[in-house]
């Protein structure tokens, strides 16, 4: 009976220490095929920033958050590439009637991100991206290492300075 018990207790143990282990899985870009915003298909999980972190945001054009979260970051998106070398890449979830607005909006505003459109919410569903703007970090091993929905004047501070920490090497998994 207590080798019965001893024997229960190691096997508890130890699915609690592999189910800790597992909990730190690492999250990488799926493979969707989807397009840039001139048309060329490209595959999500190929995304880089040439070993540097990058921005994937999602976004439509019918989103006011989502258009001053990109409107706030766009007044200083120079000077952090300078200094960080990130680069961000914006995912339309417009649809295939709203997507051709997407063009007259970007070259509107002049916003030069890099632009993808995911008409079909292949990608987003894959994100699982429930609400907009969702912003994700990718770091330069290519693992989304944060997350965050919403926009608030002044969150896009919080996304250079983990940027920031990233190029320095600390952890900013959350």
Avoid at 129 to 151: A, L, M, R
């Amino acid at each position: 009976m207590k080798k019965l018990i001893l024997i229960t207790l190691c096997l508890l143990i130890s699915g609690v220490i592999f189910s800790q282990i597992n909990e730190k899985k690492v999250k990488k870009l799926p493979s969707i095929v989807i397009k840039t915003i001139d048309g060329k298909t490209i595959n999500t999980s190929e995304l880089s920033n040439n070993g540097k972190p990058f921005v994937i945001t999602f976004w439509a054009t019918w989103c006011k958050p989502c258009q001053k979260e990109l409107a706030a970051i766009n007044e200083v998106y120079e000077e952090w590439q300078k200094e960080t070398g990130m680069k961000i890449i914006v995912v339309s979830i417009d649809d295939a009637r709203s997507s051709a607005n997407v063009l007259p909006i970007v070259n509107g505003k002049g916003w030069s991100y890099q632009f993808l459109l995911d008409v079909n919410s292949d990608f987003k569903r894959a994100m699982n991206v429930n609400n907009i703007p969702h912003t994700f970090i990718i770091n330069s091993n290519g693992e989304i290492v944060w997350q965050h929905t919403s926009f608030s004047e002044g969150s896009e501070l919080e996304l250079i300075e983990l940027i920031r920490k990233l190029n320095k090497g600390e952890d900013i998994s959350k």
